[in-house]
């Protein structure tokens, strides 16, 4: 009786389970932030090679590698950068001071690399690339440039799995849709010619203006666009002045616009540059608007998502759940505007105590999630090595 890949993959990571988990502890311990991960790329690299297969590096930092027949292609992905934050100690803890791994991709890491070395011994019938993805964490993100390496090309299909704190080891939380959103920045610039605050009918309130636009510009939004879209916008910074009893020249606030829906991201640029201007006209200030692009939302396509969700039944039961949508951002999501695709939720929480979150400087993966991972891109890669019908067609 032939062994399917996803029994390989099981029996593979059961083989090498404490070789993964050594691969885990040493990319904790040398987290390196974005469009920096040299040493990253370097040991990814050479585990790869060790199985006999063959990467090919990108010109700055990633890598990606080709696995089984040429043709169609499945791929995954995982990034690969950390976050500039201290971490909190322990036994395990980081080793590069203000650095860690505070969202996870040491799990996607190691999951998708230890996916990668079992799948290069596997039957396979169908093309799988790896990915590894440098700079997700920054605006400037590394997936477009990525794809403009040709990361893509021959892909018909892509999944990835995102750490989730919230969710206990062993649940897999999938979402048809939106599961994150996009994540905007907007800096607005207010100016006037300053005065003294016992007079402020003879000169511009920078402050009054910018106070008018922290409070007014989030409810006007909320009157122009639909409120089942999830869009919301939060401001984060206000600074004017030095005085108590002077008229600051100029001042500045800062925020993000978050949205689900990718047609509203699209046209909510214009939108706002709209408001903001009608917003300031009585004062009389003038401004300048920066605005920064960020990441559309990550849409997963019902069709992938089912077939996510499927493999994830074959991990056992109540393995699989429904993830809620997040208005967290991720570049994920460029992937999807050129091939279907679908992200799932990967839970690592222990199950003791308060589940903590993603970003801070306790964030503990338990390291039971590696093997829940690497078997679902094994039971994943299994349904598209087993028949070619399930290759959802952008």
């Known amino acids: 009786m032939s062994t399917s890949v996803a029994e390989h993959v099981q029996a593979w990571c059961e083989q090498h389970q404490q070789e993964v988990l050594g691969w885990f502890r040493q990319l904790h311990a040398h987290p390196e932030l974005s469009h920096m991960e040299f040493q990253t790329t370097e040991f990814i690299a050479s585990t790869l090679r060790s199985y006999g297969l063959n990467p090919t590096l990108f010109p700055t930092t990633g890598l990606m590698v080709d696995i089984g027949p040429e043709g169609e292609r499945v791929a995954i992905r995982a990034d690969i950068d950390a976050l500039p934050i201290h971490e909190h100690e322990h036994e395990h803890a980081s080793q590069v001071p203000g650095v860690m791994h505070a969202c996870g991709h040491d799990v996607h890491i190691t999951v998708a690399l230890a996916t990668a070395c079992a799948l290069a011994s596997a039957d396979l019938n169908v093309g799988v690339r790896v990915i590894f993805q440098p700079a997700e964490e920054v605006m400037d993100g590394g997936a477009p440039e990525v794809i403009s390496f040709g990361a893509l090309e021959g892909v018909t299909n892509i999944f990835a799995v995102h750490a989730e704190p919230k969710l206990k080891v062993g649940q897999v939380g999938v979402r048809t849709g939106a599961i994150t959103s996009a994540g905007d920045v907007i800096r607005i610039d207010v100016h006037g010619p300053g005065g003294h605050s016992s007079r402020p009918h003879l000169t511009v309130d ?128 460029w992937y999807l505007e050129h091939v279907p695709g679908s992200m799932a939720r990967l839970g690592c929480w222990d199950g003791q105590g308060t589940p903590g979150d993603l970003h801070q400087a306790d964030m503990r993966a338990d390291v039971r999630c590696l093997s829940v991972g690497v078997n679902l891109f094994g039971q994943v890669v299994s349904r598209y090595n087993e028949s070619d019908a399930v290759f959802v067609q952008a």
């Open 206 to 333: 920078v402050v009054y203006a910018l106070s008018k636009l922290v409070t007014d510009l989030p409810g006007l939004l909320s009157r122009r666009v639909d409120p089942r879209t999830a869009t919301v916008m939060v401001f984060g910074q206000i600074s004017a002045g030095h005085a108590s009893n002077a008229i600051p020249e100029s001042g500045f606030v800062t925020g993000t616009i978050r949205t689900a829906d990718i047609s509203v991201w699209r046209r909510i640029q214009p939108l706002l540059e709209e408001l903001v201007a009608q917003v300031l006209a009585p004062t009389g200030a003038e401004f300048t608007i920066t605005y920064t692009r960020g990441v559309p939302p990550v849409l997963n396509d019902d069709v992938a998502t089912a077939v996510l969700a499927d493999a994830a039944r074959a991990l056992g039961p109540h393995v699989v759940i429904q993830a809620q949508q997040s208005s967290g951002g991720e570049d994920f999501s």
